[in-house]
């Protein structure tokens, strides 16, 4: 059975910082590509960040880039997303997912995840 772990979510000031983690387990086969994707109250979910496997290839949304940073460390099954200067349209559920795809079209993050965290919450408020 797949299971996630995420943690790091919580509540800032706008321009603070965040780091979120995502330990996975229970994978029985490999998955491509592994991210974090995020949905605002009333908004369809958006991707917002992703790493292949081979953890060099990186995908940003435009809205993170020069902001956000993933990076994944195998021995540990566990993706990182590094947020910095944090802005209020930043606030959602931050999900992370694992599955087959991810690429970038026109400044979108798009993808193809099979499996899914719970979700950990990131409010950025003054």
């Known amino acids: 059975q797949v299971h996630f772990v995420e943690s790091g979510g919580g509540s800032v000031q706008p321009g603070g910082s965040l780091r979120l983690a995502c330990t996975t387990s229970?994978?029985?086969?490999?998955?491509?590509?592994i991210g974090w994707f995020r949905q605002a109250p009333g908004k369809e979910r958006e991707g917002v960040s992703c790493i292949d496997t081979d953890d060099v290839t990186t995908y940003y949304t435009d809205s993170v880039k020069g902001r956000f940073t993933i990076s994944r460390d195998s021995a540990k099954n566990t993706v990182y997303l590094q947020m910095n200067d944090l802005k209020p349209e930043d606030t959602a559920v931050y999900y992370c997912?694992?599955?087959?795809?991810?690429?970038?079209?026109?400044?979108?993050?798009?993808?193809?995840?099979?499996?899914w965290g719970q979700g950990t919450q990131v409010t950025v408020s003054s």
């Open positions: 229970g994978f029985a086969s490999d998955y491509e590509a």
């Open positions: 997912a694992a599955g087959g795809y991810c690429t970038v079209v026109g400044g979108k993050l798009l993808y193809g995840m099979n499996y």
